[in-house]
């Protein structure tokens, strides 16, 4: 393979990371389910590309701009935002549980990446921005180039997700009661906060 397609994955590696290590519902999400086990963002990272390895191809056979359509985004942006609400007011409600209780998320790791990038309607934004972008970059190495980007996308996803379930399993003996309530109450907030706007920004 010729040297400049390993240059394009490395920087295709690092956009993707900047994009997943954003803070965002599904860091929240991840954070909420990672309390109890250390292998969810794994499973969010799965559930996540579940979703992505659709669009990509979507994108690579020319129908991008169905992602685009306004009742698609307006679906999409409404029905995202009230799952992220759903799922910040169970785990506001059940962060207030002792130290050794759950404030997960209401469905498996596995779904909980499926549902809070499917429900994210700035993902197709930035799919058909960004990642088209990236596209174009992957078909000039051909099919071979399509597959590798994907894989490390994917694998950017999933271990960035790994580290954060795994640094929050890995710490919670630190977390006082006080320290629970806090950050729990933030990943509510944060899940809430940007199911109102998904599913108000879609409308205006």
Same mark, same amino acid.
């Given at each position: 393979?010729?040297?400049?397609?390993? $240059?394009?994955?490395?920087?295709? @590696?690092?956009?993707? =990371?900047?994009?997943?290590? =954003?803070?965002?519902?599904?860091? @929240? @999400?991840?954070? @909420?389910?990672?309390?109890?086990?250390?292998?969810?963002?794994?499973? !969010?990272?799965?559930?996540?590309?579940?979703?992505?390895?659709?669009? !990509?191809? $979507? !994108?690579?056979?020319? #129908?991008?701009?169905?992602? &685009?359509?306004?009742?698609?985004? +307006?679906? &999409?942006?409404?029905?995202?935002?009230?799952? *992220?609400?759903?799922?910040? *007011?169970?785990? #506001?409600?059940?962060?207030?549980?002792?130290?050794?209780?759950?404030?997960? &998320?209401?469905?498996?790791?596995?779904? &909980?990446?499926?549902?809070?990038?499917?429900?994210?309607?700035?993902?197709?934004?930035?799919? %058909?921005?960004?990642?088209?972008? =990236?596209?174009?970059?992957?078909?000039?190495?051909?099919?071979?180039?399509?597959?590798?980007?994907?894989?490390?996308?994917?694998?950017?996803?999933?271990?960035?997700? +790994?580290?954060?379930?795994?640094? %929050?399993?890995?710490?919670?003996? $630190?977390?006082?009661?006080?320290? +629970?309530?806090?950050? #729990?109450?933030?990943?509510?907030?944060?899940?809430?906060?940007?199911?109102?706007?998904?599913?108000?920004?879609?409308? $205006?």
């Amino acid at each position: 393979m010729p040297q400049n397609l390993w $240059l394009f994955l490395i920087s295709a @590696a690092g956009i993707s =990371l900047s994009g997943v290590m =954003l803070p965002g519902p599904l860091t @929240a @999400a991840t954070i @909420a389910r990672g309390y109890n086990d250390k292998n969810a963002g794994a499973l !969010i990272g799965l559930g996540h590309g579940v979703i992505e390895m659709p669009i !990509i191809a $979507l !994108i690579y056979f020319g #129908f991008a701009s169905y992602l &685009t359509i306004p009742v698609v985004k +307006q679906i &999409t942006g409404v029905a995202g935002g009230l799952l *992220l609400i759903v799922t910040g *007011l169970i785990v #506001f409600f059940t962060f207030k549980k002792p130290v050794t209780g759950s404030a997960a &998320t209401p469905y498996g790791s596995l779904v &909980t990446g499926m549902v809070m990038t499917g429900g994210n309607p700035y993902i197709y934004v930035w799919w %058909v921005t960004i990642g088209a972008a =990236l596209i174009t970059g992957a078909v000039a190495f051909g099919i071979y180039g399509i597959v590798l980007f994907a894989i490390v996308h994917w694998s950017c996803d999933i271990i960035w997700s +790994q580290i954060v379930s795994m640094t %929050v399993f890995k710490t919670r003996h $630190l977390w006082t009661p006080g320290v +629970q309530k806090v950050i #729990f109450g933030v990943c509510a907030l944060v899940l809430i906060g940007f199911g109102l706007w998904f599913g108000i920004s879609v409308l $205006l």
